[in-house]
């Protein structure tokens, strides 16, 4: 009989029967996905955001970066490794006030960088600093989002002192049923694994993908915003031939509902 039913409901779609309900959700997806379009918009536009880094958007694709991620309004990410705040800056604003953004700063990095996201908790109220190991990082409410920019290879370091799948699990256990966990990276050349993260500050793809999965992540995409095909992946990414402009990668994983 469940086949019979089936077959049923197929023959009344196929008769306009239930296309109403197939538009709506249709509808909502396509209002959804202006509505973030707009508020991504604001958010690049943002005066709080600093001259200097307005100067790298050509390179660094914030509007695709901001729809790779889905964030929204509301949302609560974690930004793993802030540094200087660029993508703080413009996850404030697109989460808006019902929303949060923690600017995670590992122990390892904090004497440095913690003045960082200080400044940035005082600049955004919807911001504030926990510092502390990434293989153990909490927060006090359920994240929506974690998020690493050209960062996971350095913690793949071995002077960096990080026990890579004890973070993966960190994160796993932070986030949502649902939540993602979007990671932006310098692509290492093809077989290369994590052995020129210390050298060529890369990491290859398909090792880091590994490494995710590992920790019970689903694959959910990514998107070629930043890839740049004429880089050979044989120079590090400081490397003044190449430096800003070096081919990236955005893998979305998403921890199963």
Not at 58 to 78: C, N, S, T
Not at 80 to 97: C, D, H, K, S, W
Not at 220 to 242: K, Q, T, Y
């Amino acid at each position: 009989m469940k086949w019979m039913l089936i077959a049923a409901m197929g023959a009344l779609a196929l008769g306009g029967c239930v296309p109403t309900s197939l538009e709506t959700a249709r509808d909502q997806l396509e209002l959804g996905a202006r509505e973030r379009g707009a508020r991504h918009a604001a958010a690049i536009s943002d005066p709080r955001r600093l001259p200097a880094e307005v100067a790298r958007d050509p390179l660094r694709k914030p509007a695709e970066m901001l729809e790779a991620m889905r964030l929204h309004e509301g949302a609560v990410i974690a930004d793993i490794r802030p540094e200087e705040g660029y993508f703080t800056r413009l996850f404030a604003p697109a989460v808006g006030e019902t929303g949060h953004v923690y600017a995670f700063v590992p122990n390892q990095t904090a004497q440095r960088e913690n003045g960082f996201a200080d400044t940035l908790a005082s600049t955004y109220p919807n911001v504030s600093r926990v510092t502390g190991a990434l293989e153990t990082m909490t927060f006090d409410r359920p994240l929506d989002v974690v998020f690493m920019g050209e960062e996971y290879h350095d913690f793949t370091i071995p002077r960096f002192g990080v026990d890579v799948a004890r973070m993966n699990a960190a994160v796993f256990a932070a986030l949502k049923p649902g939540g993602r966990y979007v990671i932006l990276d310098h692509q290492a050349a093809d077989g290369a694994g994590i052995s020129v993260a210390g050298t060529l500050h890369r990491i290859e793809a398909a090792e880091l993908r590994r490494q995710v999965e590992a920790a019970g992540f689903i694959f959910d995409g990514e998107s070629d915003a930043v890839r740049v095909p004429a880089d050979d992946h044989s120079l590090s990414v400081f490397d003044e031939s190449i430096r800003g402009r070096t081919d990236r990668f955005v893998y979305r994983f998403r921890k199963p509902d």
